[in-house]
């Protein structure tokens, strides 16, 4: 298969611009971004690319260098190096990577993940102590139970530190055996002063994560690729439901999945402009929730 790489016109960043300009912000808080070793990226990318040509073509195919630069000039003042393990043994690996990007990048949060093994209480807490701000967990990948004995410290410490946690629990894009919002709900209950991310919004349970927001004051949703053409066609977002993002608007935060999404990263921008929920909602979602809950 050809690899195109994309390249952003002057026209592209001045649209994401024209977005948030208008609003007075001082720029974009993405919160759900990916930054990893090229090697773990490159399959990530393989994954996608060998689902068939034109199915999920990644668009920001740049190096690193190139990706960290366009998300600047998008205005992006604060985005994340979401990263995740699928065995054991990686994480530990994966957390140093991810501090030494944070350290190079002033404007990545220093981002941090574990896996469910006996060392995983150990080397999370170190990765708070190092001053990680944000952790992925990602239940489909990772294929784990959230309520895994060895992961009941790690949502403790996470709980305790108030540093939040970026959860794909979810059934989108792929069921797998612990997404959905039931195993995470335990989790919640377990531990309620977690702070929790919902990746996707829940795509495709939303209301249901819907809910576990409104029953838990640390459960916040991000965005990522929700509202978009490419989700709509495949898990549309019920209409119904609209008015409960408008309620919870201190807990709606911008996620692209940037690079790894098949559009232009404006597109997410108007589709959330798109709901019509106000430049108050989009104030907060863009830039102000992301702002209090990392203290930026």
Known sequence: MARVTYAASPDEI???????????????????????PQRVLGKVWAYFDALGEGVWPITYRQDEAERVDLLR???????????????????????????????????????????????????????????????KAHLQVGGY???????DGVWGAL????????????????????????????VLRAHPGLKAVIAHAGTPEYTDF????????????????????FTERMAPFPPEEVPRLKALEDRILLGSDFPNIPYPYAHQLRSLAALGLGDGWMRSVLYGNGARLFSV
Request: charged share 20%; with cysteine.
């Open 145 to 151: 139970d959230p309520r895994d004995p060895l992961l």
């Open 159 to 186: 709980a305790d530190s108030g540093v939040p946690a970026v959860v794909h629990c979810g059934s989108g894009p792929l069921e797998g055996p612990f997404t959905g919002p039931g195993p995470f709900g335990e």
């Open 14 to 36: 001045a649209d994401v611009r024209a977005i948030w300009e208008p609003l007075g912000l001082p720029g974009l808080i993405d919160v759900h971004t990916h930054f990893m």
């Open 73 to 135: 000039r998008f205005g992006v003042v604060r985005y994340t190096s979401l990263l995740y393990p699928h065995k054991p043994g990686m994480a530990e690996w994966l957390n140093g990577w991810a501090a030494e990007f944070a350290a190079a990048h002033d404007d990545c949060l220093h981002s941090a993940t574990f896996y469910p093994e006996p060392e995983a209480e150990r080397y999370v807490a170190g990765a708070i102590s190092s001053g990680a701000r944000v952790f």
């Open 210 to 229: 819907l809910d576990l927001a409104e029953r838990h004051e640390g459960v916040h949703l991000d965005t990522t690729m929700v509202f978009t053409d």
